[in-house]
């Protein structure tokens, strides 16, 4: 059990692995690639199996201020405004082509000092000190928001792009909130989620229009939720699973505002399943639940926004591909896929909110 010393400050989600920054500074990890346990190789299989449900302490050189968890790979932001990664990427990180696995957080070159990070699959992004964004990686269908030629380019600034003040990223496809609280959009747009109206990629940001006083951001595999500053949710892009709360639609281009009975405080969404937590602390979910990753007790998907019973006094709310973690004053609780032991325990799935670390 740990002490008050060691509250919870954050939870970064990723695909199969999850950061936990604690308010010593500390960064506890679980899961898979990326929680530092199994970088650097094919596992030995004449080896005892690791086991990934308990956590382990990211041993860094570095104070971190925040973390961020992607698909196996990780960006820190120090307390310098450094921006560090560790993890293992088959495509590797900042224009290196070759595969990195890195169990140890390590210092980026070449880059402004940042305010906030943000990373998908193969792609990155920064803030720096002015607004101005930053991003490297693979730059298909214009996720980079800038020329380049290289498949796997080097930071560079995004061009024609307002003072932002945070961003997030989905699956090929970037969001940007403005320092006017607007949002920008580019990348990829197969199922429209770029909200822009229509099913083209953009390689350079375009705004959003419908959308004001946007507080917060959270991007699925192909959908995206925003929260506006009055406690409203706003989704667009694929509802192939009814990630966006509606039965009638495929798809939609454009934002569509979603049927909430409280206001809400924070929203995140998973591959293609969406959360939203209310000013009271209530948590509601929605969409796909393969793996029991809306905590509804059952595997059914919801076509509407449920309340998940027996969930309260939430303090905050993230999502994997396919599972979620919620904190309380007391307790880390987690559902969903368990299959590399990213919510602890020693069960494939959980389909309703478990506690795995307690934390007061």
């Known amino acids: 059990m740990l002490t008050d010393a060691y509250q919870v400050s954050q939870v970064s989600c990723g695909r199969e692995h999850i950061l936990l920054r604690l308010s010593t500074g500390k960064i506890l990890a679980w899961g898979a690639i990326g929680s530092s346990r199994n970088g650097g190789g094919p596992p030995d299989i004449c080896a005892t199996p690791i086991l990934f449900n308990r956590p382990v302490e990211i ?7 925040s973390v961020s968890a992607g698909s196996g790979i990780n960006l820190g932001l120090t307390d310098k405004g450094e921006v560090v990664s560790w993890g293992d990427s088959l495509i590797g990180i900042g224009g290196n082509e070759t595969t990195v696995a890195i169990s140890a957080p390590e210092l980026l070159t070449n880059l402004p000092r940042a305010e906030k990070i943000a990373l998908g699959e193969h792609n990155f992004a920064m803030v720096d000190t002015l607004g101005h964004v930053y991003t490297w990686g693979m730059n298909i269908d214009g996720v980079l928001g800038r020329p380049s030629l290289q498949l796997n380019a080097l930071p560079g600034i995004v061009q024609n792009l307002p ?9 090929g496809s970037v969001f940007a909130i403005t320092t006017q609280q607007d949002v920008f959009s580019w990348g990829s747009n197969s199922a429209g989620q770029l909200g822009l109206g229509h099913l083209n990629s953009q390689s350079s940001p375009m705004p959003i229009s419908g959308l004001i006083n946007i507080q917060s951001l959270a991007a699925g595999a192909t959908h995206v939720l925003a929260l506006s500053t009055l406690g409203e949710v706003f989704v667009w892009g694929s509802n192939n699973k009814a990630q966006l709360g509606i039965d009638t639609i495929s798809y939609s281009d454009k934002p569509i505002k979603v049927k909430l009975p409280e206001k809400i405080s924070a929203v995140a969404a998973g591959l293609h399943f969406s959360l939203a937590l209310s000013e009271s602390g209530s948590v509601y979910a929605w969409g796909w639940n393969g793996f029991g990753q809306l905590g509804l007790s059952d595997y059914e998907d919801r076509v509407l926004p449920t309340k998940i019973k027996g969930l309260a006094s939430v303090k905050s709310i993230s999502a994997g591909y396919t599972y979620s973690v919620a904190t309380t004053s007391k307790e ?12 602890g325990g020693d069960t494939a799935t959980v389909n309703f909110p478990d506690s795995f670390l307690a934390i007061a």
């Open 163 to 171: 003072a932002v003040q945070s961003l997030v990223m989905g699956q």
């Open 332 to 343: 880390l609780l987690g559902w969903g896929n368990n299959s590399s032991g990213q919510i």
């Open 59 to 65: 041993q860094s050189e570095h104070t971190l201020q």
